[in-house]
């Protein structure tokens, strides 16, 4: 079955501007998270967002949003470009949010964002 | 201090050596996932554990959860296992989880 699809997969912008990325999940996930990865913090949690409500939010700022689709597809939006805000996004999915073996992640390939 | 510790940070191997890497966590956690990412990014999902062991092929994860300790074993390595690899905790919170990382562990396998 489909993975995990992130587009686009490379992006570069302007400071100031912003940038919508998406993601989707595997047929039948229900929950996406989302995840910045830069050299100096590593990866940090964003989002959760399970049946187009959003579960649980990351400590950033509120530049950084996201919505969830009823097809489970979701984005995530980061207004007034910073340069520290070039970093991997990588989103996962999951069938749901329990804890059982069948809750693992999946994750994407990642969207590479460059603030210049 | 971090909620999720590992070690070590950087790990060189000759191939077919036996490779621990470990992990300590500060927080309670409804499980405990170990990832492999290579370079260009892509994460894959090693294995999520909640007590005990689990094993896939060549690799071996341990948790004690009383100890909040984990650890990840690599026998017999290969360089196609040279990437990094990182420690993850899920943390159930009021509403909804999130995952708390740490900081890999990059591995080089030598021919």
């Known amino acids: 079955k489909a993975g995990v699809t992130q587009t686009p997969r490379y992006l570069i912008k302007t400071r100031g501007q912003q940038v919508t990325l998406s993601c989707s999940p595997i047929?039948?996930?229900?929950?996406v998270s989302w995840y910045q990865q830069t050299p100096g913090q590593g990866l940090q949690f964003l989002f959760e967002?399970?049946?187009?409500?959003?579960?649980n939010k990351g400590n950033f700022p509120g530049r950084f949003s996201g919505r969830q689709f009823s097809n489970s597809r979701s984005e995530m939006n980061v207004s007034t470009l910073e340069l520290g805000d070039s970093a991997l996004y990588l989103c996962?999915?999951?069938?749901?949010?329990?804890?059982?073996?069948?809750?693992?992640?999946?994750f994407g390939s990642g969207t590479r964002l460059t603030v210049v | 201090k971090n909620e999720v510790e590992q070690s070590p940070q950087n790990l060189t191997a000759q191939e077919g050596e036996f490779i621990t890497i470990n992990c300590s966590y500060s927080?309670?956690?409804?499980?405990l996932h170990w990832l492999q990412q290579h370079p260009g990014g892509g994460i894959v999902s090693l294995f999520m554990?909640?007590?005990g062991k689990k094993k896939h092929g060549r690799l071996i994860a341990t948790i004690n959860i009383q100890e909040k300790h984990s650890s990840l074993h690599i026998t017999a390595s290969h360089p196609r296992d040279s990437a990094v690899y990182i420690c993850?905790?899920?943390?159930?919170?009021?509403?909804?989880?999130?995952?708390?990382f740490g900081e890999g562990t990059q591995l080089t396998v030598n021919p």
């Open positions: 996962a999915s999951r069938i749901g949010t329990g804890r059982g073996e069948d809750y693992g992640y999946t």
């Open positions: 047929s039948g996930h229900r929950s």
């Open positions: 967002y399970f049946s187009e409500t959003q579960r």
């Open positions: 927080v309670g956690i409804s499980a």
């Open positions: 554990l909640s007590s």
């Open positions: 993850a905790a899920r943390v159930a919170e009021t509403s909804g989880s999130r995952l708390t």
